[in-house]
């Protein structure tokens, strides 16, 4: 015997367990409303990378471990608006000195270039999405400048998020 649907109804399937049903429960149309504001709010955050961008503001706190965290909070947010519209330098979370350690790390011989695979792992260690493809080999101030623009422009990306073009 077939089951009849009324139409505009979201179903869902009740599981009780231990044994399987194929048992259909219709959602109030209070739950659908909350279902519904619950995905906006989520779809709003992951457009606009909010989450993205509260752990970057904290890590840069938390580096910077100011006796007034509000108020270097509104000079990285003034930071980050001027970097934006390129006025300002990109207040990136690492500095050059911390990069040019992480890469030395990669590099215990001191030969002065990574491979591919090192650097794959280096973007990684650093939480940066590699976009581009690597030289068998690299020099490693070719890797720090590359470290550098990967850095700046995820922090464009991030404080550019879900604004109009």
């Not at 509260?54 to 000079?75: G, M, V």
């Not at 794959?120 to 590699?130: E, V």
Request: charged fraction near 30%.
């Amino acid at each position: 015997m077939e089951e009849e649907y009324e139409p505009g109804v979201i179903y869902v399937c009740k599981c009780v367990c231990p044994e399987v049903s194929s048992e259909r429960v219709a959602i109030s149309a209070h739950k659908k409303r909350i279902l519904g504001i619950v995905s906006e709010t989520e779809n709003y955050l992951r457009e606009r990378k909010i989450p993205q961008l509260i752990r970057f503001l904290i890590s840069k706190i938390l580096a910077q471990e100011s006796d007034k965290p509000l108020l270097y909070l509104e000079k990285l947010l003034d930071d980050c608006m001027l970097f934006r519209v390129g006025v300002g330098t990109a207040p990136v979370l690492y500095e050059n000195r911390h990069l040019e350690a992480v890469i030395k790390s990669f590099d215990p011989g001191q030969r002065g270039w990574l491979t591919a695979g090192q650097i794959r792992r280096l973007y990684a260690t650093l939480g940066l999405a590699i976009k581009d493809e690597f030289n068998e080999s690299m020099s490693c101030e070719t890797v720090l400048k590359k470290v550098n623009e990967a850095q700046e422009n995820e922090l464009f990306d991030l404080i550019s998020a879900g604004m109009d073009d």
